[in-house]
């Protein structure tokens, strides 16, 4: 089974970390990137380096354990692995890999004996308080084992209590040895685009109090929980919704899921609601039920924004207002896998989350670390455009996805700290590309030269000016750098005929580059404002497609 490029970089960056003395690192995976495929392999790895070393796969949920479990048997149908799991039922501790969950191990570890490496899914559930479950078991560990290496692997690497997850006092996590980003993984084809829309309705949660940095779940559940509110809601949703195959609400407490589950059936669409306290039993035949189609909708409150896997889901309604960006990053997370016949994933924001924290492809570690120490994390980070309703970036001058251009707002009416980052690309960019490919043009490629350009910051890119008669282009090739970075330039070089292993350096690929064969034609397609596309067509015919930032 092969790894995706950024999977594979991911596990190159661990080692490279571990190469220079790490133990606690953290790799960054959007939700639906193959977090359990690239744990499979770096068990088997890990494995195959030592065949004496012991591992545990650590999470919270049994769906979780059981899908780590199975995808490890199924990229290695011999491993020596069990489960520890009350959940699932099997407690076979005397394996060499154990895919356990937390609460059946933290105080097991002097009867399971020590571990070598200990792989934790879903890392931002760990508090900093070593007084919990996770602080208890991995301490356990440490001292029967003191060389033990942590990994972490999460999509969203900060949690609303103390930030990122590598930085400050307690801190498990020494620091992220690899952070993919959304917006390159949907680009690219990895991720299902997601399409975000302002609603009608929209919760007002301005007298809720705060407890712990978000809203008190009794009083948010009062203040949304509102029959002519969900109602209301409910009868956009299902307008939206009606050519979707698989709905998910997030609401913000049991009553609440239940009473929009109520209404949804109402409006004559099957649904039915999860919770904590819904009974195991109830809870797969339900799961099952949705995977298998026979359900429309779920909703659901604080049990399906980890750990859930159905990439069917094409529309999510955001019912819960939260302060937390890793929360509504989960949330939205459900919508991003692949699946037949699925063009995108609507996202509806009653909550006015994606206001409130941004689209999620610019909500990296460190983006969101600067939000929370400038204060900005309550600020406004989008808006709707006028034209089609998707959310925009707060200082977007054009919505890529109809082309509307919002009127100029009196800058003094704008909050000067609430734009967006530079950075920001909205998630509905990707669709302006299937508009403007019609306006793109071929120019044919008469030359081409190679060079070294140096940067102020980290290692030197190797250049590629390609030249048309008319028409001219420079593609800057991070050979020299780490991660996904070197495993995008190793492509360009492979598709364009290079010779394997590929260069190690600028100055190995510039005595090389004439391994590479020039392409007949060229062909640059934007997909936002930051990011574009480049068609390369070959001798032949063939024609394969780059993804590249601009700046």
């Not at 029959?227 to 609401?251: H, N, P, Q, S």
């Not at 989960?330 to 037949?340: E, I, S, Y």
């Not at 309703?389 to 082309?403: D, V, Y």
């Not at 403007?436 to 070294?452: D, K, L, M, S």
Request: charged share 25%; aromatic share 6%.
């Amino acid at each position: 089974m092969l790894l995706r490029p950024y999977q594979r970089a991911s596990l190159d960056a661990l080692q490279a970390d571990w190469a220079r003395g790490g133990r606690n690192g953290l790799i960054v995976l959007p939700t639906g990137a193959g977090k359990s495929l690239v744990i499979a392999t770096l068990v088997r790895e890990t494995m195959a380096r030592d065949a004496g070393a012991r591992i545990a796969v650590v999470t919270h949920t049994r769906e979780l354990i059981a899908q780590n479990h199975a995808e490890l048997l199924g990229l290695w149908p011999d491993a020596p692995a069990g489960i520890v799991s009350a959940g699932l039922g099997r407690r076979e501790e005397s394996r060499p890999i154990l895919f356990c969950g937390i609460q059946s191990v933290w105080n097991r570890v002097e009867a399971i004996g020590g571990f070598d490496l200990v792989i934790v899914d879903e890392a931002h559930l760990i508090p900093r308080d070593a007084e919990t479950r996770y602080g208890r078991f991995l301490e356990a560990v440490r001292a029967r084992s003191p060389d033990m290496r942590l990994v972490g692997l999460t999509a969203t690497p900060y949690r609303l209590d103390s930030g990122r997850l590598d930085e400050g006092r307690g801190r498990v996590f020494d620091a992220i040895v690899y952070e993919a980003q959304v917006g390159d993984l949907i680009r690219e084809g990895y991720l299902a685009l997601l399409v975000s829309k302002a609603t009608a309705t929209v919760l007002d949660v301005s007298g809720v109090p705060l407890r712990a940095g978000d809203y008190v779940p009794g009083a948010l559940e009062a203040a949304v929980n509102r029959d002519v509110i969900t109602k209301a809601a409910v009868a956009e949703m299902v307008t939206y919704g009606a050519d979707r195959r698989a709905w998910l609400a997030f609401c913000a407490g049991v009553k609440h899921a239940d009473a929009v589950r109520d209404a949804i059936r109402a409006e004559g669409f099957s649904c039915e609601s999860i919770s904590g306290e819904t009974p195991k039993r109830e809870r797969d035949r339900i799961v099952r039920d949705f995977r298998a189609g026979r359900l429309r909708c779920l909703t659901s409150v604080g049990v399906l924004a980890t750990g859930f896997n159905v990439p069917e889901v094409d529309l999510i309604a955001l019912l819960r207002p939260t302060q937390s960006t890793g929360l509504y990053v989960q949330q939205v997370g459900r919508g991003l896998r692949r699946a037949k016949g699925k063009t995108d994933a609507l996202v509806l924001d009653y909550a006015g989350l994606v206001r409130r924290h941004g689209p999620i492809d610019v909500l990296t570690a460190n983006a969101v670390a600067r939000a929370r120490l400038l204060g900005e994390t309550g600020a406004p980070r989008a808006k709707p455009c006028p034209g089609c309703g998707a959310l925009i970036a707060l200082n977007a001058s054009t919505c890529e996805g109809c082309w509307t251009e919002p009127e100029e707002e009196d800058e003094a009416d704008l909050p000067h700290e609430a734009v967006a980052d530079d950075e920001t690309a909205v998630l509905s960019a990707g669709t302006v590309a299937v508009v403007r490919e019609a306006h793109a043009r071929w120019w044919p490629v008469a030359g081409w030269r190679f060079g070294r350009e140096a940067r102020v910051r980290g290692p030197d890119v190797l250049t590629v000016a390609l030249e048309g008669d008319e028409d001219a282009m420079t593609v800057r090739l991070d050979l020299e750098a780490t991660g996904f970075a070197r495993e995008k330039a190793v492509q360009w070089w492979r598709r364009l005929g290079g010779e394997m292993p590929p260069p190690l350096d600028i100055e190995e690929a510039l005595n090389r580059c004439d391994e590479l064969v020039r392409p007949e034609a060229v062909r640059v397609v934007p997909t936002g404002r930051l990011s574009e596309t480049v068609d390369y067509r070959l001798a032949g015919g063939a024609t394969w497609t780059d993804t590249r930032r601009v700046a």
